[in-house]
Every structure is written in structure tokens, then in C-alpha cells.
T-cell receptor, first 115, second 114 residues
């Protein structure tokens, strides 16, 4: 069975500092994708970054990078130079190459950026 | 480019009633997926439609159904509402089916069942 685990219910970070949000996953499928989404209080899920299971390099998108450690089955999100607008819920998700857009989500981490 | 539009944004129903939620995907996107988000169960996949065909279905009872129209707009219906159906229902669209990358989500429809 597929599972995504986010062990940090809440995190605090000082403005302009970097923060790492943890995510571990479990699947026996060799082909999968890993996503991070941000959900502000408005409810919309905002795509941040994607990593494919066969990608050799860690994905980066601006201030976001994904620390992909395949052997440990972890896909941590690193946010550099935190901004007040980064305060939100962050969800890690996994997809399988099954031919459908079915994402398995973790329980989320609430990030609060302190001025 | 307009984003994913979901209507209504908020609604209140009573037990036993039915509800229909609408999702208009980004222009050109043919895949629409639906998710339910609750405090207790988190985000769970409901179903996905691609080119008017249901591609995959999550583990939800038959009271939950959906459809997709030729213009890719999608609706989901919940019949005989229960208190536990209170949730944020999120719709996501993408150009293709098959986990090829980014899903674009709408702001959701928040359903309260009394």
C-alpha cells in the first residue's frame, strides 16, 4: 500500500532563514512521482515542486528545493530565505504511474514564519 | 489564463439532501480530478475524469458520483448527505491523465451538512 508520512504537525521559522519540511513515503512501485503543495487559508492547493523517481538530480524551483533520498524513501522540502507569505499548510504527495492523476497526500505541516 | 474555477464556494445542506458541485478546468486541460479534504481523514482522492470517461475511482461509497462534459467541465454529486460529508471538495485539472506532472487546483467548495 502507498503511504506518505509527514511527522511535523507544525514548524516555526524566522523570516529570511531556511527551513526543512520532512516527508517520507512508502511504495513498492518503482515508478512514482513526488509533489509538494502549499495550501494557504484560502484553501487553494498551490503546486511547488515535483520529483520523479528516476530523476538523477534533486528538483529545484526558485526558493524551493526537494532533497530526494531514494534509499531512505524521503523527499524533504527545503525553503530558503523564508518570507512571511510562506506561512501556510504544506502537503507532500505521491503519485504512481498508473495512468490516473491520483495523488496520495500526507497529513501536512503548518509552517509559521516569524518576523 | 484563467485558473480552475469551482462553484459554489460555500454551501450548507441538511442530512438526506443531495448536492452538485461544479468544476471548470483550465482551458485546454482534459483531466479533472476530485479530492475530499476533512480534518480527520485529510486529503483523499475521489475520482478522475479524462475525455468524459472516469479513469480512476477512490474508496468512496456509491453516493459519490461524477461526470465530465465534452467541454471538460466536471460535476460531482453526493446523494443522501451525511454529517461526515462535511468537507472541502477540491477539483484539480491537468493537460493529460497519468501523473505526468503538475495538477492545478481550484479553491474548493466548502460543504457543511447539518
Amino acid at each position: 500500500a502507498q503511504k506518505i508520512t509527514q511527522t511535523q504537525p507544525g514548524m516555526f521559522v524566522q523570516e529570511k532563514e531556511a527551513v526543512t519540511l520532512d516527508c517520507t513515503y512508502d511504495t513498492s512501485d518503482p515508478s512514482y512521482g513526488l509533489f509538494w503543495y502549499k495550501q494557504p487559508s484560502s484553501g487553494e492547493m498551490i503546486f511547488l515542486i515535483y520529483q520523479g523517481s528516476y530523476d538523477q538530480q534533486n528538483a529545484t524551483e526558485g526558493r524551493y528545493s526537494l532533497n530526494f533520498q531514494k534509499a531512505r524513501k524521503s523527499a524533504n522540502l527545503v525553503i530558503s530565505a523564508s518570507q512571511l507569505g510562506d506561512s501556510a499548510m504544506y502537503f507532500c504527495a505521491m503519485s504512481l504511474k498508473t495512468g490516473a492523476n491520483n495523488l496520495f497526500f500526507g497529513t501536512g505541516t503548518r509552517l509559521t514564519v516569524i518576523p | 489564463k484563467a485558473g480552475v474555477t469551482q462553484t459554489p464556494r460555500y454551501l450548507i445542506k441538511t442530512r438526506g439532501q443531495q448536492v452538485t458541485l461544479s468544476c471548470s478546468p483550465i482551458s485546454g486541460h482534459r483531466s479533472v480530478s476530485w479530492y475530499q479534504q476533512t480534518p480527520g481523514q485529510g486529503l483523499q482522492f475521489l475520482f478522475e475524469y479524462f475525455s468524459e470517461t472516469q479513469r480512476n475511482k477512490g474508496n468512496f461509497p456509491g453516493r459519490f458520483s461524477g461526470r465530465q462534459f465534452s467541454n471538460s467541465r466536471s460535476e460531482m454529486n453526493v446523494s443522501t448527505l451525511e454529517l461526515g460529508d462535511s468537507a472541502l471538495y477540491l477539483c484539480a485539472s491537468s493537460q493529460a491523465s497519468g501523473n505526468t506532472g503538475e495538477l492545478f487546483f481550484g479553491e474548493g467548495s466548502r460543504l457543511t451538512v447539518l
